[in-house]
């Protein structure tokens, strides 16, 4: 990507946007990309405030403990059923405020054993992204605090819908969410395996 008029032996050339994003993902961000054929393309980069500190909302799934951008959060919600639609052979929606938004399991979404993906109950958080509007369902929220970001890529490796680790004060490591990874991932086709299994923390 180059924004120069003209390429010479020595400037112009540009920087590939693999090594951009690799380099936005390192300092704990992220890059999105907008393309319309003939208008042109946006470019949005997120960067965390700080490199080291997140402001986050503590969540139970399960038996594991993640930890929520507090950011991205617009609201919490607890649905009733019929609130809740499935949409295709592995989707469900959540009717809210007069549209419908995607609903993730983040059990589902992170490969743990989970029951029916449109069962009610537990607690929905409205998230909003780069992506759009989507409705994550966790069972429960133990609270909001800042909390110290551990690369989990550089320690074990990179995995689909977590950005990083951290770890609380009671010496438990909880996985941070990554919630545009999440929301892509619900958007294509279910893999036929994942590339690396997601480590097992509570």
């Not at 770890?167 to 991932?185: C, E, K, M, Y």
């Amino acid at each position: 990507f180059s924004t120069a008029d003209a390429v010479s032996d020595i400037s112009g050339r540009g920087v590939g946007m693999d090594v951009v994003r690799r380099s936005i993902q390192a300092l704990g961000g992220r890059i999105g990309i907008n393309s319309r054929p003939g208008e042109g393309s946006t470019f949005t980069l997120s960067l965390p405030l700080t490199l080291a500190v997140l402001d986050g909302m503590v969540l139970t799934v399960g038996d594991h403990t993640l930890v929520a951008p507090i950011n991205v959060i617009v609201e919490t919600l607890q649905p009733k059923a019929a609130d809740i639609r499935s949409l295709g052979p592995r989707g469900s929606v959540l009717a809210c405020r007069g549209s419908h938004v995607p609903l993730i399991d983040v059990a589902t979404a992170l490969g743990w054993k989970s029951s029916d993906q449109g069962r009610p109950g537990g607690v929905t958080l409205l998230v909003e992204s780069e992506m759009g509007l989507a409705a994550l369902r966790v069972d429960g929220i133990q609270g909001q605090r800042q909390v110290v970001i551990k690369s989990l890529e550089q320690n074990y490796g990179a995995v689909e819908g977590v950005a990083a680790a951290t770890i609380l004060g009671d010496g438990r490591v909880a996985l941070i969410l990554d919630v545009d990874g999440l929301i892509a991932a619900r958007a294509r086709p279910a893999p036929a395996a994942p590339v690396l299994p997601l480590p097992q923390v509570s």
